[in-house]
């Protein structure tokens, strides 16, 4: 049963790292906005669902889109004029970002915490004494297929090989004909719409606050740092395994342990494998 | 002089006399105003704790709320509990912040950027949790009453004697922070900052320097906060939570990373805006927001700095390039040579080879990027080393100085091993050098560049010269006495004050001599000296590498592609390929040598 819900928030801290890290691997920024833009997600759920009373079909095809556009601005209006400065210049600005836009929600909903339904409130299934919710099921599985698509875009696709030959080598990439404005464009708003298929998933069950984004942006970059930061299974994989060791801890520790379970893990992560723990390619010597 | 001594030392004293100012002022304003000025005042040296760590050293840190809460809770505990009197709690917490940041660093400063903005974050969450779980003593979330402060049986109880109070010690507490700043450990945290690389081959000691960093800052951020309690009265965990780390991390962005200013006056303005603009207190956050984004995506140097630069950019305009300029004969003799010199007075007697390889092996990986080379460079040489691109040259170069450590084989200065050495100690060892990719440090001036060059890079040294700085002794003047000579050696005199991202790449390669040249070095490294400059540049450049040669017997070990200028400056040349020694003998022989010409004009395949 803690493996079931472990794995569920797994998957949607998976989505969240896959974003940071698709935005990391093409440009070479690791997004601390990127909680915000969980948030804007679930927000945004939260606006189909409950205000206009969709149902969750449309949030799931529209969310996406919402947030990468919002992703693509962020990167449009902020970073690309500053594209050239340094690291330093280049988190900060998005430290602030993500901070800003929660301030913004938090101004425009002063409700403390919203909730929106569960998709699938229908009775649990019981499988020996194991007791599993179809959300946790849904979730899992829609989180996951949601990552698997997103690897399969980056991967496999025409944008997806620009977005990689950006990442292995700007200047080539560039001589090869693609454009390093509308590739930063696009990296933004796959990762982006990641995020906010992230919110999607989580807003049933982790509720809508600014609390959401930083535990988000926590949670995603713990995951990505398993991963190394530039892989996609990594991030999938120390997804699942932040999600695991999370549940874990509060079961048969104690609830308060969840955040430091997820710090413990990327301080061992950080201090024995800086390379994360599925490093992609080696470090050229230069 | 003693006028420009005086100007060192005002210059190193006026933020905590604006300090010092404000809170005397303040003392005729009501009682409102005079507890928000101690407010304001004690984040404005929480700003100045930052602009050293923020603007200078550019680090990303998310535990200053950390900070203050251990400052704040570090002084308030032993009053509180053990009626430590206020004087000693206040050094207990300070020492308690010093620690503090020096446990993050030794982590953190294995990381850069995201990485250790999330250390940060980590260590800033922790102490958080920690102080809410601890509740026999911190009073958990609901917090800890603080008395005011009690000196000498006072009570600073009243807001104008505490608004004076504040003021006092955070004009002390800011002192030390001015000093180091100011002088040559601001300096090399801002060439460490610009180019780690280069950094390291001056002796500076990134890591030390970062730790050095951490420290002091916790130190004056904890003081701060463990002077700011009392006025706070209760003092709770909540209030010094991530969102309190990231809103003072945008003090020193929006005042102005050019200088110490910055973050004191960023601190002091925007701690106590939400009470200058009441009716906008809900939307101050993201205010704070904008103006960051909009500060580092407009005025990267800083809100502040933007007005003074812009005054300052028409100044440096009109100044001409050394190579422009009609050209002045290098004086070297003078000065430089006159300067003690304890390196070439033993060279004198050794005959021992300057530089000595033995067997030097590097593979990165399946390459194998130098296999097993031998050389032997001779005292007061000039030796040049050729080979087409990846023939080794530059990994043989990074070995010598220390970046790559060897797969096998010695490398030797007069005889002395360096396997043990670490790059930083290798310019004490009279070793220096030029990089392939003209590497100044930009955001510094061309004497500050030089003056690094001078070697005396240590964390402490920094510090101690930073305090000889401040009062402009007799030994820093000697300093940039030497400094000034060997820019005026390499023609760059007149633009000594001047920012070395001003310069034209010639002019860089110049300064990048001078800064090789000024500690006296027994070899000097070049690597590409002259790529990328004009035909009548690379003859200037090439007539001062010769006399530095002659009238400082330093050694030189050239790398260059322009193999004309290779051959008029060189005694000998040593021809690389493949990671290997293909050739070596006397300039003209080699590239007539017909090994040499197959290497070079790429016939290699079909040769063989």
């Known amino acids: 049963m803690v493996v079931v819900g472990g794995l569920k928030f797994g998957a949607i801290y998976s989505l969240a790292a896959l974003g940071i890290v698709v935005i990391h691997k093409a440009t070479r920024i690791v997004n601390f906005a990127h909680g915000a833009f969980v948030l804007a997600g679930a927000y945004a759920t939260y606006g189909i669902v409950e205000a206009m009373g969709l149902g969750y079909w449309p949030a799931y095809l529209l969310v996406p889109i919402v947030t990468g556009l919002l992703a693509a601005a962020v990167e449009l209006v902020t970073l690309r004029p500053i594209r050239q400065s340094d690291m330093f210049a280049l988190i900060t600005s998005t430290i602030f970002i993500g901070i800003g836009l929660s301030e913004v929600y938090r101004l425009v909903q002063n409700t403390e915490m919203l909730g ?11 499988i020996g004494d194991v007791i599993i919710t179809k959300e946790q099921i849904w979730v899992f599985a ?119 379970i997820s710090f413990l893990l990327l301080f061992i992560v950080l201090l024995w494998r800086p390379e994360g723990l599925f490093p992609e390619a080696k470090i050229r010597d230069v | 002089m003693s006028n420009k001594r005086w100007r060192a030392l005002a210059g190193t004293l006026a933020p905590s006399a604006a300090v010092l100012v404000v809170a005397v002022l303040g003392l005729a304003l009501d009682t409102y105003w005079q507890y928000v000025l101690a407010i304001s005042i004690s984040a404005a040296a929480t700003g ?14 998310i535990a200053t709320g950390a900070m203050l809460a251990i400052g704040a809770y570090g002084a308030a505990i032993p009053v509180v509990w053990a009626g430590v009197p206020f004087g000693a709690a206040l050094v207990f917490a300070t020492a308690l912040g010093a620690l503090a940041g020096f446990i993050l660093a030794i982590p953190g400063v294995r990381f850069r950027s995201h990485n250790l903005a999330m250390v940060t974050l980590v260590f800033q969450s922790v102490v958080i949790i920690v102080l809410r779980e601890s509740k026999a003593l911190t009073g958990g979330a609901e917090g800890i009453h603080v008395p005011p402060p009690v000196i000498f049986g006072i009570s600073f109880a009243d807001d104008a004697y505490f608004l004076l109070l504040c003021g006092l ?81 945008a003090y020193p962005i929006i005042g102005g990373m050019g200088s110490i200013w910055g973050g004191i006056v960023g601190g002091g303005v925007l701690r106590v805006l939400p009470e200058l603009l009441r009716p906008l207190a809900d939307y101050i956050e993201l205010i704070f927001c904008v103006l960051v984004v909009g500060t580092l995506t407009f005025f990267p140097e800083g ?23 009609e050209w002045q004969a290098p004086r070297i003799a003078t000065s430089l040579s006159e300067a003690e010199s304890v390196a070439a007075a033993e060279d004198e007697t050794s005959e021992r080879p300057m530089l000595e390889l033995h067997d030097i092996s590097k593979a990165f990986g399946a390459l194998r990027a130098v296999k097993g080379v031998s050389l032997t460079v001779a005292p007061r040489s000039l030796h040049g080393l050729m080979g087409p691109n990846g023939a080794g040259k530059t990994t043989l170069f990074n070995i010598v100085s220390g970046f790559i450590p060897p797969d096998s084989g010695r490398v030797l200065i007069s005889g002395m091993s360096l396997d043990k050495v670490p790059i930083e100690r290798r310019i004490r060892l009279g070793m220096s050098r030029t990089f392939q990719h003209a590497a100044v440090f930009h955001r510094l001036s061309c004497l500050d560049n030089v003056m690094i060059g001078l070697g005396r890079n240590s964390v402490l040294q920094g510090a101690t010269r930073s305090l000889a700085a401040a009062l402009d002794t007799e030994e820093i003047r000697a300093e940039r006495y030497a400094a000034l000579s060997a820019l ?51 003859q200037r450049l090439r007539e001062l590498l010769v006399m530095i040669n002659r009238e400082l017997g330093v050694t030189m070990v050239v790398i260059e592609h322009n193999i004309g200028f290779l051959v008029s400056l060189c005694q000998r040349i040593s021809v690389m390929t493949e990671g290997q020694i293909l050739a070596e003998g006397d300039a003209a022989a080699m590239v007539s040598d017909p090994r040499v010409r197959l290497a070079y004009f790429g016939e290699r395949e079909a040769a063989e």
């Open chain 1, 116 to 126: 929106v339904p569960n998709p699938f409130p229908g009775r649990p299934i019981f």
């Open chain 2, 48 to 61: 100045g704790a930052l602009a050293m760590l923020v603007s200078y050293a550019r680090c990303i840190t």
């Open chain 2, 488 to 538: 005026e050696a390499v023609g760059l005199g007149a633009r000594a004050q001047d920012a070395a991202g001003t310069l034209s790449l010639g002019d860089q390669r110049r300064l990048e001599i001078a800064r090789a040249i000024v500690s006296r070095p027994r070899i000097i490294l070049l690597d590409e000296p002259v790529s990328g400059v004009s035909v009548e540049e690379a």
């Open chain 2, 303 to 325: 809100l502040a700095s933007a007005l003074w630069t812009g005054r300052r950019r028409s100044r440096t305009a009109t100044s001409s390039s050394a190579s422009t300029r």
């Open chain 2, 169 to 249: 010690l955070c004009a002390l507490a800011v002192l030390p922070i001015a000093v180091l700043l100011a002088g040559p450990f601001g300096k090399n945290l801002r060439a460490l900052a610009s180019n780690e690389n280069t950094a390291r081959a001056f002796g500076i000691n990134v890591r030390h320097h970062l730790i050095a960093a951490f420290t002091f800052s916790s130190a004056l951020i904890a003081f701060a906060g463990a002077v700011s309690a009392p006025r706070f009265r209760i003092i709770d965990p909540d209030s010094y939570g991530v969102l309190t780390s990231i809103f003072t991390l």
């Open chain 1, 142 to 260: 829609g989180a996951i297929l949601s990552s698997l698509i997103g690897v399969a875009i980056f991967g496999y696709a025409r944008l997806g090989r620009g977005l990689r030959a950006m990442a292995a080598n700007v200047r080539g990439a560039m001589l090869c004909g693609y454009s390093t404005d509308s590739m930063n464009a696009l990296a933004w708003f796959l990762g982006g719409a990641l995020a906010g298929l992230a919110g999607v998933f989580a807003a049933p069950s982790k509720g809508i606050s600014p609390e959401l984004s930083i535990s988000m942006v926590t949670a995603g970059f713990v995951a990505a740092a398993i991963g190394g930061f530039d892989s996609l299974r990594g991030a999938l994989f120390g997804g699942l395994i932040l999600g695991l060791a999370e549940t874990f801890a509060a079961a048969y520790v104690s609830s308060a342990m969840t955040n430091a």
